[in-house]
């Protein structure tokens, strides 16, 4: 028999206390503030193992977002699975330029066209979508698997959108679209980072890119202008030292008024260019 301030104390010293409260949560449906006013009530058995079970996964490395299946992003939950990038604060800076694009008049057009490359939980897409409720949004990813995340967070947060399979541009020929955003692989494949922490649980077809990184920047790039209406926008994040190759790529590709902006962190992370 064990209480929930039990379970709690037998966790300490595995992970802290804040990962140990959201994951007894997780198996209890209940807050942090139900358990504190709850810390005496005995646990079923089953809820016990479920816990202990989380408890070792998670010391075992896996991601918390996995364990719950569940990650904030533009204050909103999106769910998430190891089918799909877990969703990063960064990212939230794509999102924001592209609201700041698409409502800045001059990008002309009453229900703008938006396209998401390499979706994976949606949370770029949803969150546009449901910023700007005028915008026609289409979603892309190679993954049939990451589409089905995409499409319960879609259903869930009340999203329209269109999803769609494809690789990159594949299946989306002769269509246009005023604003085009992806947050692609960048990881150069032979990167150490993709051994360490939450990364050696995600997806590698949404981290790694070449031997650079710069694989699917590159082919994003080169055929971006065929699919942007004319003033539309390409808005692209990036890692953190590929700030100049993604500016030559932009300015290769013939686009304009390249813009290149920091993250929190202060990182040149996002990098677009406009259509003629
Ligand atoms: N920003 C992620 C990281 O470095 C990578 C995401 C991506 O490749 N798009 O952990």
Redesign the pocket.
């Known amino acids: 028999m064990s209480t929930i301030a039990a379970a709690l104390e037998a966790a300490r010293g595995k992970l802290p206390a804040s990962e140990a409260r959201l994951l007894l949560g997780h198996v209890l449906g209940k807050s942090a503030a139900w358990q504190i006013a709850h810390h005496d009530e005995v646990l079923g058995e089953d809820s016990l193992l479920h816990f202990a079970s989380l408890v070792a996964r998670r010391t075992g490395g896996e991601p918390i977002a996995y364990l719950l299946g569940r990650r904030e992003f533009f204050g909103r939950t999106f769910v998430v699975s190891n089918a799909v ?1 877990i969703p ?1 604060p ?2 939230e800076l794509l999102v924001e330029l592209g609201l700041q694009k698409l409502g800045d008049g001059d990008t002309a057009s009453p229900d703008p066209r938006v396209l998401d490359l ?1 979706t994976g939980s949606g949370c770029i897409a949803i969150t546009l979508a449901l910023e700007l409720l005028s915008l026609s949004v289409t979603a892309v990813d190679a993954s049939a698997t990451a589409l089905k995340v995409a499409e319960a967070n879609a259903e869930r947060l009340g999203a329209r959108l269109r999803l769609l399979q494809s690789d990159w541009f594949a299946e989306l020929a002769g269509e246009q679209f005023e604003l085009i955003v992806a ?5 150069a494949a032979s990167d150490s ?1 993709l051994g360490v922490g ?2 050696r649980h ?1 997806p590698v077809t ?4 070449g031997v650079d ?1 710069l694989a699917d920047l590159r082919r994003i790039i080169a055929e971006a202008p065929r699919h942007l209406a004319a003033g539309g926008w390409l808005l692209l ?4 030292d590929q700030a100049k190759a993604v500016h030559d790529l932009l300015q290769q590709a013939g686009l304009v008024e390249i813009e290149q902006q920091c993250d929190l962190a202060g990182i040149v ?1 996002v990098s677009g260019g406009r259509a003629n």
């Open positions: 990038l990063r960064e990212t390499g947050n692609p692989p960048y990881i980072h939450d990364l995600e949404a981290l790694a890119s990184g994040e990036h890692g953190y992370r």
